[in-house]
């Protein structure tokens, strides 16, 4: 599956963004999906995830509360809704797609096998 994230740009602290992650070639409904970030000199990091059917979500404890991870699967679509947001969510977001058995909130990179680009957020303070 080939992965497309759009939707980041830069909003000043206490904003929000929406970020999209389009879908394009086997069947999307088939893998969980998940969104990860990385910032500058940072590993990458776990941000949310959700399950096939998207009945099943979650989220790191440092964004819970203030992001939202949803999923069209008639469109192929992820998306991410980022309210409340902080400088330290500074980061690039990444879109994921893994064909493991089972979603959690302690997933790692090397559980996800396709990767979108990845779209930058920026946050002023």
């Known amino acids: 599956v080939q992965l497309q994230a759009s939707g980041g740009g830069l909003v000043q602290a206490g904003g929000s963004l929406r970020l999209s992650c389009a879908a394009s070639?086997?069947?999307?409904?088939?893998?969980?999906m998940g969104w990860f970030r990385q910032a500058p000199g940072k590993e990458r990091e776990f941000v949310a995830s959700i399950s096939w059917g998207g009945g099943s979500t979650y989220y790191a404890n440092s964004v819970k509360g203030r992001f939202t991870i949803s999923r069209d699967n008639a469109n192929k679509l992820l998306y991410l809704q980022m309210n409340s947001l902080k400088s330290e969510d500074t980061a690039v977001y990444y879109c994921?797609?893994?064909?493991?058995?089972?979603?959690?909130?302690?997933?790692?990179?090397?559980?996800?096998?396709?990767w979108g680009q990845g779209t930058q957020v920026t946050v002023s303070s």
């Open positions: 994921a797609a893994s064909s493991l058995g089972e979603v959690s909130g302690r997933m790692r990179t090397s559980d996800f096998d396709y």
């Open positions: 070639g086997r069947t999307f409904a088939n893998y969980i």
